[in-house]
């Protein structure tokens, strides 16, 4: 299942919302994770099953969709969102990541 | 507190064989459905490299199948990744990765080993 993520690059002032999509090549039903990459760090899970925030993520990060169409909502971009997102699906073998959207100040 | 850290050579020559181990301190693996490796090569994207169980054996990315073993080995809690053949292709950061909001999302990472594959 190929995983593409649109755009590749969106540019936020701080204080504004960002909206970032996924889309699956197939079904994955809700089998759907996302990640965040602050620059020199490693990944953190954000979102799995499409919409359950992980431990400790900060209510402003939200997810939605299934199937095949997938959105990640930042509801007010703080500077430490600055980062680079990932989804991922795990709805079967092989597991793939979409190719990232980079978020940056505009 | 559960920690992961990965050891191995950061430089391999083109055709020979890589090996890396993930160590997991605080955490027993076997009380984990299964661990993880993913690797990222410099400025690109994240890739699903392969999952081992306890019980149900292990999943590689097709890709690299033919040239990848994983396993654990809980008396030392610890599992590993041997990749042959390597090319530059294989340069890349790897890490290892425990799952625990599902067995196929990764919220615990290790800190990420470089691996040069060059001559």
């Known amino acids: 299942t190929v995983m593409t993520q649109s755009p590749a690059t969106l540019s936020v002032s701080p204080g504004e919302g960002a909206t970032l999509s996924c889309r699956a090549s197939?079904?994955?039903?809700?089998?759907l994770a996302w990640y965040q990459q602050r620059p020199g760090q490693t990944p953190r899970l954000l979102i799995y099953?499409?919409?359950n925030r992980a431990a400790g993520i900060p209510a402003r990060f939200s997810g939605s969709g299934s199937g095949t169409e997938f959105t990640l909502t930042i509801s007010s971009l703080q500077s430490e969102d600055f980062a680079v997102y990932y989804c991922?699906?795990?709805?079967?073998?092989?597991?793939?990541f979409g190719g990232g959207t980079r978020v940056e100040i505009k | 507190q559960v920690q992961l850290q990965e050891s191995g050579p950061g430089l391999v020559k083109p055709s020979e064989t890589l090996s890396l181990t993930c160590a997991v301190s605080?955490?027993?693996?076997?009380?984990?459905?299964?661990w993880v490796w993913i690797r990222q090569p410099p400025g690109k994207g994240l890739e699903w490299i392969g999952t081992?169980?306890?019980?149900?054996?292990?999943y590689y990315n097709p890709s690299l199948k033919s040239r990848l073993t994983i396993s654990m080995d809980t008396s030392k809690n610890q599992f590993s990744l041997t990749l042959t053949s390597v090319t530059a292709a294989d340069t890349a950061v790897y890490y290892c990765?425990?799952?625990?909001?599902?067995?196929?999302?990764?919220?615990?990472w290790g800190q990420g080993t470089m691996v040069t594959v060059s001559s």
């Open positions: 990765v425990r799952p625990v909001s599902s067995e196929h999302t990764f919220d615990v």
């Open positions: 605080g955490y027993s693996i076997s009380d984990n459905v299964c």
């Open positions: 081992v169980y306890h019980t149900k054996g292990v």
């Open positions: 197939q079904s994955v039903r809700s089998q």
């Open positions: 099953g499409a919409s």
């Open positions: 991922q699906h795990y709805n079967s073998w092989p597991l793939t």
